[in-house]
C-alpha cells in the first residue's frame, strides 16, 4: 500500500467512521487548508465538500469558537 492509498483509507475513516460530526468538520477544514481543495473525492465517485462554507455551516457558537481559535493559531506560525 502506498502512502496516498494509506491517506485515502485514514480519510475514509476519519470522514465517515470515527469523528462527531463537529470533528469531520474540523478534518474536512485542515485538509482543505493543506491541499486547497474543495472536496474529497473517493474513487467510486462520491465526494466529501469540505469547503470552508460548507464546513462551517451548521456550526453551533462554541463549535464556531473553537474553530476560529484553532484557525488563528495555526495562521500565527505562517
Do not use: E
Given at each position: 500500500m502506498s502512502i496516498i492509498?494509506?491517506?485515502d483509507v485514514l480519510l475514509h475513516v476519519y470522514f465517515f467512521v470515527l469523528l462527531s460530526g463537529g470533528e469531520q468538520r474540523l478534518v474536512?477544514?485542515?485538509y482543505h487548508l493543506?491541499?486547497?481543495q474543495?472536496?474529497?473525492g473517493f474513487e467510486d465517485g462520491k465526494?466529501?465538500?469540505?469547503?470552508?462554507?460548507e464546513v462551517f455551516?451548521?456550526?453551533d457558537e462554541v463549535g464556531y469558537q473553537l474553530a476560529?481559535?484553532?484557525i488563528d493559531i495555526r495562521l500565527q506560525f505562517y
Open positions: 492509498d494509506a491517506t474536512a477544514l485542515a493543506f491541499t486547497n474543495d472536496f474529497y465526494r466529501y465538500n469540505n469547503s470552508p462554507f455551516s451548521g456550526v476560529k481559535n484553532a
